[in-house]
């Protein structure tokens, strides 16, 4: 039995129970069982690989789908990087599937809510485990149509206004990147994430310059990426979406959907777009730094501007991918590591407030703050579990959102010093917001709005998997904020295989892909010897 | 949307079996040559919906007794399962099983690889996809 080849468990399991779900649509018991024990598996057996696979030299797994080689066929990588990724989005999606049994309507669950969830998976999955660049577009593509599935279940003329943005927009990203791609196809020969690696770095070796129009190239997929990831100018559609949805379905899409395109940055700019020091190099990262500064800040002063708890949360999504983008504009191991914990961390905590802000609105039969209040006196668990994870947002040491912000914060402080103070900056006035929810929602006396609430809005035992998948996730929050040095362990690896990706390079293409290039090397590092020889000579 | 015409109803006689043969052998031509479940699944849809228009959605129902949304799923499960049981055996995912063996009457002998079960799924979900997209709008239409 070889670990290589269970990899593709990851993407074997969602999809086989969502496809075993559309024929338990009558039976929603056991399809929610089924949902679960799925999200279970692949949740374990994530952590249970990063564990094994932390006495490994390099901690990569690679499957070669059909046993076909790696430049040709379709590989399947699962090293630090999507390990991180593929645990924490498990688990995110465990806690978010437990908690729509609270709040997802009976037709929604007629309407093969269960399997979409499945397939949302799958594509994500795929997206984190995926070696090469048209199967990182596929997977992309998979997310999408399950998204566009589970934003308009309710069918209502807002649902369906904003969806027929999101899907626009969407299509238009696609085709871009689906353009790339064959772009990237005809300037290089291949779309191996390795093998483009190791194109990028034999040139770079040689002396010899990219092939004209890769910076444009790469502008382009850094544009396609960004709009997933809602980065400064490509993030307005990201409050209004997740505004109009179901609420644990919100939740899990602020969990996921923004962090797959900030990955795809991570997977293939330090690697290829922008290794070394080339054109595109020079002209990424200035985008970068900007675009980090713009989402950070006008991120913020959208969220403390507005007046209803799930925008706030929403809008707040793109200001902390400001944070995940300072650490991508930095491109040092370090830095990358912060962003990945920055990720990581960023999927529970948010998909937590989310999810509290379900159980908010249940009780309160509303989610505008002017009108809820009093939640603290009549429900201080949920007080409690809503405190931890915004401080945790905010970033207040013991807790997870202080690690991320310090390592990313303190490798800008060198070279970026504006980008750490508007980080700083950022991090105060996000404070502000979640004080602004906590003052209005759970510290001010009670309003009258509750109790024109019907009885059985807030019927505490139909809320009860709400409660299970909040706790969930703040106790993975709190793992992160106490138990950071492990996860940063990984995490630094991480960083430092995209960084330096010959680790990679050779664990995909074999042993032998790298002999080329070391001889170039060596050769350049001779030359250069010889060079300073004759300088000190005279 | 049908069409009453008994030109179209007579001449699907012999259009409906042959479009449904060449879409066969489309799909199992795609293992070395151009062809493949995609592209017999197209027409393998075409000769449906084509039926559905001359003879109308209950005689399309007789014809395949089963919703079109539910033969992706069928579909999906089948190339799932074929590329899963590698797996049992120590292949990687995907990996194809071939041989050949004798037919009692020709001299070739059939070539086969457990990817032609995949195309089969491809097959059905391209099938699903395009006669219940039609379904759905003529439906509306309706």
Known sequence: MKLENFIILFIVIPMGSGVIGVFLKERVRIARVLGVMSFLATASLAIGLLIHLRSHPTGILVSQMGAWPAPYGISVVFDSLSGLLLAASSLVALACYVHSFSTVEPIAEKRYFHPMVQLLMFGVNLAFLTGDLFNLFVSFEIMLMASYCLLTFGGTRLQMTQAYKYVLLNLVGSTLFVIGAGLVYGMTGTLNFADLALFVSKRQAEGRSLPPGFAALSISLLLVFGLKGAIFPLWFWLPDTYYTCNVSIAGLFAGMLTKVGIYAIARTFPMIFAHGNSDANRIVMPLLAVSAAFTMFLGVLGAVSHHNIRRILAVHVISQVGYMVFGLALMTGVALAGCLFYMIQHMVVKSCLFLCCGIMERHTGTDDLEKSGGLLKRDWYLGVVFFIAAMSLVGLPPLSGFFGKLVIIREGWESKWWLSIFGLLTGALTLLSMLKIWGYAFWSPSAKAIERTPQNMSNTSSLRPAYVGATLLVLVALFLGFGAQPVYDIAFRAGNQLVNPDEYISAVLGPHALDELTQYRQQEATRLAAAAAVEVMP | ?142
């Open chain 2, 1 to 142: 949307m049908t069409i009453s015409s008994p030109v179209l109803r007579n001449s699907m006689r012999l259009i409906l079996p042959l479009t449904l043969l060449y879409a066969l052998y489309a799909m199992l031509k795609g293992h070395n040559e151009p062809g493949g479940g995609f592209i017999g699944g197209m027409i393998f849809a075409t000769a449906i919906c084509t039926y559905r228009m001359s003879h109308g959605f209950a005689a399309q129902l007789r014809l395949m007794p089963i919703h079109p949304r539910y033969l992706i799923f069928l579909g999906l499960g089948m190339a799932l399962g074929t590329s899963a049981i590698p797996l049992l055996f120590g292949y990687p995912f995907l990996r194809s099983a071939v041989g050949e063996f004798h037919l009692p009457f020709s001299a070739h002998p059939f070539h086969y690889a457990s990817a032609m079960a995949f195309d089969l799924g491809v097959m059905l979900v391209v099938v699903g996809v395009a006669v219940g997209m039609i379904t759905q709008l003529s439906e509306e239409l309706e």
